[in-house]
């Protein structure tokens, strides 16, 4: 018997949603919803210094306003510490993961910035007095693997070669790692993301190699860009989704993921337009290439 699809939207509390986050949360819903499948939400709030006070709740409240409902519990990686811990713990009793104090210099010096697995043989312990990072013992080096609207990606190999880090200096966990871990926690069987972390998937693949995990399909959406060129982001001051033009904003995202539209979409409730939406959605129209935001057109 296939297993049940499940599919999630995970963003990190730094800010409100903007359309570049409606586009990724809107896609992964229905590809999700088209499937029969679930769909999950799970903040990443991991990294306090990048956080926005009121920013979790606002996103859910935000995607509750779009009509984009989880079928689960919200799942905060803020209170999952305890279970990343376990993992890196026993990753570092099997020496399949070290102690680094490499700085950022050193490797910058390094041919294209990769690391050259330096601290692999030095087994530096944490008793050093300064803080270490800790990297994964890279045994499962991935050159190559398929996304669903990307299409083949190749990864230099000595990139897919590098012990990546796994757990920061200043003692947060990395992306990698738990992004990983609560994937797999949570069942996810497809992911459906921006393409900015299409340079990361083979690392993370790696890793569900290492864990005997079984791997998850990938769809990597194009990214919403802002008039410089930029990727849409919190960070570059992208607007928050105005909640009083939710209708305009969802058909935008529609056409920006290349989907065809309701023709009465003016006269249809948020809910109508949605289903419609799940029922007609392709992910084959999906494109490839990155575009400008409709706010930035014209």
Same mark, same amino acid.
């Given at each position: ?10 963003? @990190? ?14 896609? @992964?819903?229905?590809?999700?919803? @088209? ?13 306090? &210094? ?22 689960? *519990? ?37 041919? *294209? ?32 693997? /398929? ?8 990864? /230099? ?16 966990? $990395?992306? *990698? ?5 609560? #994937? ?11 393409? #900015? ?35 849409? @982001? ?9 909640? *009083?033009?939710?209708? $305009? ?10 989907? &065809? ?5 003016? #006269? ?31």
């Amino acid at each position: 018997m296939p297993k049940r699809y499940i599919g999630r939207f995970a963003p @990190s509390p730094s800010g409100p949603l903007h359309f570049g986050s409606l586009v990724t949360a809107l896609g @992964s819903y229905l590809q999700a919803k @088209s499937c029969q499948g679930k769909w999950l939400v799970r903040i990443e709030d991991i990294d306090p &210094p990048r956080e926005a006070k009121g920013a979790s709740s606002l996103i859910l409240k935000t995607l509750e306003a779009v009509g984009l409902h989880w079928d689960d *519990n919200v799942l905060y990686q803020s209170a999952c510490s305890e279970r990343y811990l376990d993992i890196l713990h026993s990753l570092l009793a099997k020496q399949q993961a070290y102690y680094c104090n490499c700085t950022r210099a050193r490797i910058h010096q390094l041919e *294209n910035g990769i690391y050259d697995n330096y601290c692999r043989q030095r087994y530096l312990t944490i008793g050093q007095g300064q803080p270490l990072a800790i990297r994964l013992a890279q045994h499962h080096p991935i050159f190559q693997f /398929e996304d669903k609207i990307q299409g083949l990606q190749t990864v /230099e190999p000595a990139k897919a070669k590098e012990d990546f880090i796994i757990h920061r200096k200043d003692g947060l966990f $990395a992306y *990698n790692l738990v992004v990983v871990l609560d #994937d797999h926690y949570q069942g996810i069987s497809e992911i459906v993301r921006g393409a #900015d972390l299409l340079p990361v998937t083979a690392q993370q693949i790696s890793l569900y190699q290492l864990f005997g995990y079984p791997v998850p399909t990938y769809c990597h959406l194009p990214l919403v860009l802002d008039n410089h060129g930029n990727k849409l @982001s919190k960070q570059n001051h992208a607007k928050p989704i105005d909640l *009083n033009n939710l209708t $305009a904003l969802t058909v935008q995202a529609l056409q920006f993921l290349g989907q &065809p539209i309701l023709p009465d979409w003016r #006269d249809a409730s948020q809910t109508e337009l949605l289903q419609w939406a799940i029922e007609h959605w392709q992910l084959t129209d999906v494109p490839q290439q990155n575009r400008l935001s409709p706010a930035n057109i014209g």
